[in-house]
């Protein structure tokens, strides 16, 4: 297990050695929440003047693999913008989680917590009807290979792609924020804990048993909930 505070120290340390004269500094990611694992890396967001456009950087640094994401204190409002637009907040979890390393920004630091805040408590923009359509067509186009199919390889992708769709799909339709990889879980418990236990249990048992009843009937509720299945009379594209 990784020595948190030694994680912290080796941070600021490498902060003071690559960027002494910047802004602000904070360690984000597992570490910051104390959630980390043997192979967590640091996430470091740093703000600093002298550069002249945002980056983000992967190295190995003093045996620890290090993600910097570095930004201006005007750089940074493209990225988080588009991080707001794609209902995926990933800066803005990172600035209301991380821990700070060095602050001399007088009131940017607070001001931009505070922002993130907000942000992630208002949610994303809801999707256009047309958007909820699509989604609902493509869910139920994926639900439909799922009952057709009984090769088991098959099976395995059209299940991988149907668990990502279905998480998203929940998520947005009731105005929650989506993540990728284990974010996605994340996200779904932090809307609803005893779905996200369902969804997780649904994709277990086919996992485990082959048996695809459970999450065919996870994604008919929720087609169900919003409006049912979608096939007949949708288009795309058509000009009228």
Not at 28 to 43: P, Q
Not at 60 to 75: A, I, K, L, N, R
Request: glycine letters at 6%.
């Amino acid at each position: 297990m990784i020595d948190r505070t030694q994680a912290i120290k080796t941070a600021e340390e490498l902060v003071a050695n690559r960027f002494p004269t910047c802004e602000l500094a904070l360690l984000a990611g597992s570490v910051a929440r104390n959630e980390h694992m043997k192979t967590s890396d640091l996430d470091i967001i740093v703000f600093d003047n002298q550069v002249s456009s945002s980056f983000r950087e992967s190295r190995y640094q003093d045996g620890w693999p290090v993600e910097w994401f570095v930004h201006s204190t005007t750089s940074f409002r493209v990225i988080f913008e588009a991080d707001q637009q794609s209902a995926s907040p990933t800066m803005q979890r990172m600035m209301v989680d991380g821990l700070v390393l060095v602050n001399h920004t007088h009131d940017f630091y607070e001001q931009l917590k505070a922002e993130s805040e907000l942000v992630l408590q208002k949610g994303p923009d809801p999707w256009s009807s047309q958007t909820q359509k699509e989604k609902r067509y493509f869910l139920t186009d994926t639900l439909e290979d799922l009952i057709g199919e009984h090769r088991k390889r098959e099976l395995f992708f059209i299940v991988n792609h149907l668990m990502e769709q279905l998480g998203e799909f929940v998520l947005r339709m009731n105005g929650h924020w989506i993540g990728q990889s284990k974010w996605l879980y994340r996200c779904l418990y932090a809307y609803d804990s005893h779905f996200a236990v369902s969804f997780y249990q649904a994709f277990e048992y086919f996992y485990q048993t082959d048996r695809k009843e459970k999450v065919i009937g996870l994604t008919q509720h929720v087609l169900d909930e919003a409006g049912g299945p979608l096939f007949d009379g949708f288009s795309l594209g058509k000009n009228n």
